[in-house]
């Protein structure tokens, strides 16, 4: 039996096609291994998001290719640059663009025949590799806000809905395979259905998943702001225990010029707004944000503003990043590109403030009752996943102490003992 191994690099979004990618492989003809050194063919799906992620994917390739071992190159990096990717590393066996994956398997065929051809990428054959309970559920692709600073669409393409049915279906096989907690997932979630005819809406894909009992957990990432409805609050604030009452919204910024450079929708009146509704509306709301320092033309008064921003509306879970100048985009082109080391500085501010309102934060947390799935053991503590922190290694951790014996999966309750900056700690209540 032939052995494969699989690196996959990048978003969750790029892990659901690497899991989709390993269900092309019979079962009867090849096992799957985490060593790649052991491996007889290597898939290696790269991201090509911004330079650091590029530059993590070239390593990554040169390093499978030092096994000796055919190895396969897929991927966001791949569709970028494929015609460069091929002429500077022509010891890859095989390069895929994502272009290609209606006939991924038809190509492995060219360089193993024992590939049973099951046509392209597929969740009929996908291989959840996130844990026993917990799976991601990819419900389109592409992106048609087209920031002025990113690759996605360029990567990606527009914008384009999965069918509604077929996300149901999966989400039922899902189900019946388990899985009792699901992540929905795609550039924007929020714009689901509205190219579809008949056309439909987050709200209505959330409702219909909502009548499949066995979820627990059903979480939605990536919601862009200008697209999260009064309704789609209403949907999370009546069903908040089992829709979780999680916002991962990136706001990139605040302030409205820059926001209109970057060529994101909205303003700093209408993030204001949506922050005090969802307050106001949601019980045990949870904010989490990405925010973009030394966008092109981002002054010092700028950035105070930002800070000052993020500072008041106090967010739970934040990530910040420093402008990657990005070829092909947009703002690549801007006058007033921003020092490197003034971003630095910028970022290390950030997270510095953030620390403060973090900790802050989760000591309001302490004595709090949550539920959640047992995700792995940290020395003598158990760690947990409960409304509160979405999966990754974005959210913070909770450490929870049991007098019980666990395995990954499992479903408890417990209370929360104790606060840290980033990290909480917590006891099993029975």
């Known amino acids: ?133 917990m799976a991601y559920l990819k419900i389109g692709d592409g992106c048609s806000n ?9 990567i990606r393409g527009e914008y384009k809905s999965r069918d509604f049915n077929s996300i149901i279906k999966e989400a039922k096989d899902l189900a019946d395979n388990g899985i009792e907690e699901l992540v929905l997932l795609e550039q924007d979630t929020t714009r689901y259905g509205l190219d579809l005819t ?97 966008f092109p033309g981002e002054t010092n008064e700028d950035f105070e503003n930002l800070l000052s921003f993020i500072k008041e509306i106090q967010f739970d879970h934040l990530g910040a990043f420093t402008y990657s100048r990005e070829e092909g985009t947009t703002s690549y082109n801007f006058k007033e590109q921003i020092d490197e080391e003034i971003k630095k500085q910028r970022l290390d501010k950030i997270m510095r403030a953030q620390q403060v309102i973090s900790y802050r934060k989760n000591k309001t947390r302490v004595g709090e009752i949550m539920s959640g799935f047992i995700i792995g053991k940290d020395k003598d503590n158990y760690l947990i996943r409960t409304y509160w922190n979405a999966p990754g290694e974005v959210d913070g951790k909770i450490f929870v102490k049991s007098n019980s014996v666990h395995k990954n999966g499992d479903y408890i309750k417990i209370k929360i003992t104790d606060a840290f900056v980033y990290d909480l700690l917590a006891e099993e209540i029975y």
């Open 146 to 154: 087209h920031c002025s600073y990113c690759a996605i669409p360029l």
């Open 1 to 133: 039996m032939k052995k494969v191994g699989l690196i996959s690099l990048g978003c969750d979004k790029n892990l659901v096609d690497s899991e989709n990618i390993l269900g092309l492989f019979d079962k009867q003809k090849y096992e799957i291994i985490n060593d790649p050194s052991q491996s007889d063919i290597i898939v290696v799906n790269t991201c090509g998001f911004i330079e650091p992620s590029k530059k993590e994917s070239i390593e990554t390739i040169f390093e499978m290719l030092a096994y000796g071992k055919k190895v396969v190159v897929t991927g966001c990096l791949v569709e970028r640059y494929y015609d460069e990717l091929k002429k500077q590393i022509p010891e890859v066996s095989l390069f895929i663009p994502i272009r290609d994956y209606y006939r991924f398997n038809e190509l492995l065929n060219l360089i193993d025949d024992d590939i049973t051809t099951k046509g392209g990428l597929s969740e009929e054959y996908r291989i959840v590799s996130t844990g026993p309970k």
């Open 198 to 294: 008949p056309r439909k809406t987050i709200v209505d894909l959330l409702k219909e998943l909502l009548k499949i009992e066995s979820f627990k957990f059903i979480r939605l990432l990536y919601l862009y702001p200008d697209e999260i409805t009064d309704s789609l609050i209403e949907l999370i604030s009546e069903n908040y225990e089992r829709l979780t009452p999680y916002f991962d919204v990136p706001i990139q910024h605040c302030e409205d010029h820059i926001l209109s450079d970057m060529n994101r929708r909205g303003n700093k009146k209408n993030l204001y707004s949506l922050f005090s509704k969802i307050s106001a509306k949601v019980p045990h709301f949870v904010l989490r944000t990405t925010v973009m320092v030394g």
